[in-house]
């Protein structure tokens, strides 16, 4: 649209804003947002109302349209201009009769949201096609929009065009990464190389289900996922995931994929080299942000050794750590010698609790087993192999690789791999003070 166009459009933001915004730049901005982002006018005048202390619902043709980005889950009618993404045909029994319904996505440019067609006699819709919703309602699920066509509800066809392309679904947490993934996220997007699938048959509300499990990695993690369907995935595969939403276990983030959402299945080679690659380390206040992972790396300082390390004797039957010769579980048993460390890591953002096992202990000491038995029995010490954990270690500083979970207490990483890192105090300062400064 040119100038003249656009002119008019102007004038009315102008009317809306009073004298906070000359008409000049206001016709600027207009051009900069239809010619050269592409967005619809509506959605423009919108924005920039939005972005200059105006009111969006200001403006208009006195209908309840609304751009996605600002449904609230709580309309009872509203209009949107959308671009219909998928559609797909579902049957469902309501009051013991089948109701045949359509559900999919529809978006603008402000994002996507998922939706259903209760009466599919009167409104159809077509992948691909731009169409005005008049009349349609939103209800919240699990803290997102859904968008609802009831009886009320109308859909003309439009030759407006809208570019959608890799817009964010739902209200938006859009495009993350597996590090990003935390506890109440719903309708995420999200790349990664599947592995470890298998398929199950499950049995749901007293229906059997079959369903697809596996694990999802990208350069930041791994997460497990399941497919509430059944889902034809090759092991290995790279993929992009649009419309997941997440639970956690024990602070684990995990990813479920619903019927409404959609695995895209990307050329090899997409995501890179992600073969045995280590995640980026993180810091431990974004850990403990997410809630924990079952791929984690961090980086810091150890700060404790807790009580609980060096020399335990556990249960030959359940590996319970024995307490005076008892397991709680087994009672008088003749335990078996192990070699653990549980310390405190601090990095300057958070501190998290790390348990090391016999390998990694032994590594950590430059010690084995059989030498940690014989330094505590020639010293008639319990705590020898502590005290020389709290001598070798305060104030070292690691590179640790493992799981996190979280619980009442914090997050704790069940550590894997952990190396020594040699520390330059001057750029590791720099280092966490820009990350810092990114959680202002």
């Not at 309708?187 to 699938?197: I, P």
Request: proline share 2%; net charge negative; charged share 30%.
């Amino acid at each position: 649209m040119d100038r003249e166009e656009l002119a008019p459009h102007a004038e009315e933001l102008a009317r809306v804003l009073g004298e906070k915004v000359t008409k000049d730049r206001l016709l600027d901005e207009l051009e900069r947002y239809v010619n050269l982002y592409r967005v619809s006018l509506d959605w423009a005048k919108r924005d920039i109302l939005k972005k200059m202390g105006g009111n969006p619902s200001s403006i208009g043709n006195g209908s309840g349209r609304k751009s996605v980005a600002e449904l609230t889950g709580a309309e009872q009618s509203v209009d949107l201009l959308v671009k219909v993404l998928t559609v797909n045909p579902k049957t469902i029994e309501v009051g013991g009769a089948h109701k045949n319904i359509l559900y999919g996505y529809v978006a603008d440019e402000s994002g996507r949201v998922p939706y259903t067609v209760w009466e599919t006699e009167s409104v159809q819709l077509k992948e691909g096609e731009t169409v005005v919703i008049r009349n349609a309602y939103t209800k919240e699920y699990k803290g997102t929009p859904q968008l609802n066509l009831g009886n009320r509800a109308s859909v003309e066809r439009s030759d407006e065009a809208l570019d959608v392309a890799g817009m964010p679904s739902g209200a938006g947490h859009g495009e993350v990464k597996v590090a990003e993934l935390a506890e109440g996220m719903n309708y995420v997007v999200v790349s990664g190389k599947v592995s470890k699938l298998e398929r199950k048959e499950i049995v749901a509300a007293g229906e059997r289900k079959n369903i697809v499990t596996g694990v999802l990695t990208d350069d930041t993690g791994s997460a497990e996922l399941t497919i509430w369907k059944d889902a034809e995935l090759q092991e290995g595969a790279e993929v992009r995931i649009v419309g997941a939403y997440v639970k956690s276990w024990r602070g684990i983030p995990k990813l479920n994929l619903g019927d409404k959402a959609e695995v895209q299945v990307l050329a090899a080679g997409t995501l890179g080299n992600l073969a045995g690659a280590a995640p980026k380390a993180r810091t431990l206040l974004d850990v403990e942000a997410s809630g924990g992972g079952m791929d984690v790396v961090v980086r810091g300082t150890i700060v404790d050794v807790r009580e609980g390390s060096g020399l335990v004797m556990r249960c030959p039957e359940c590996r319970r750590v024995l307490q005076k010769g008892t397991c709680r579980v087994h009672g008088k048993v003749k335990g078996m010698d192990d070699l653990r460390i549980k310390a405190i890591l601090d990095d300057g953002t958070s501190t998290m609790n790390v348990v090391f096992g016999k390998e990694l202990t032994e590594g950590l000491l430059s010690m084995t087993i059989d030498e940690a038995v014989r330094l505590t029995t020639e010293e008639r010490n319990p705590d020898a192999v502590k005290e020389l954990a709290e001598e070798r270690l305060f104030a070292r500083t690691l590179e640790v690789r493992g799981m996190v979970r979280s619980d009442d207490f914090g997050p704790m990483m069940i550590a894997r791999e952990a190396r020594a890192v040699e520390v330059d105090a001057r750029e590791e300062g720099a280092k966490l003070l820009t990350e810092l400064e990114g959680f202002e």
